[in-house]
């Protein structure tokens, strides 16, 4: 059975910095391609970023040059570091596979509210 257990969110105010971590069991997980993605409210839950199994990533334009991407496969743990926090980055934030999750997997995710 495939768990995806997000942590980390919090409230924070703007400009300030979270780090979200998503264990992961029951899936061959250094194989995969990862992301992570954010719903807010009244909206679609949207790519946020996705790191392959070899450690490349690539993030969607709003979040580029604040937010960071990192695996460890050992732990079967990946994270995602945000800095430079905005309002408007406020959201659930989850972690899937990286081809727009796979919907057998999707958690609870943890949320993440940045103060203005």
């Known amino acids: 059975q495939v768990q995806l257990v997000e942590s980390g969110g919090g409230l924070v105010q703007a400009g300030g910095s979270l780090r979200l971590s998503c264990a992961a069991s029951?899936?061959?997980?250094?194989?995969?391609?990862m992301g992570w993605y954010r719903q807010a409210p009244g909206k679609q839950r949207e790519l946020v970023g996705r790191?392959?199994?070899?450690?490349?990533?690539n993030y969607a334009d709003s979040v580029k040059g604040r937010f960071t991407i990192s695996r460890d496969n050992a732990k079967n743990t990946v994270y995602l570091q945000m800095n430079s926090l905005k309002p408007e980055d406020t959201a659930v934030y989850y972690c899937?596979?990286?081809?727009?999750?796979?919907?057998?997997?999707w958690g609870q995710g943890t949320q993440v509210t940045v103060s203005s």
């Open positions: 029951g899936i061959v997980f250094r194989i995969n391609a």
């Open positions: 899937n596979t990286a081809n727009g999750g796979d919907p057998r997997y």
């Open positions: 790191i392959t199994s070899d450690g490349s990533t």
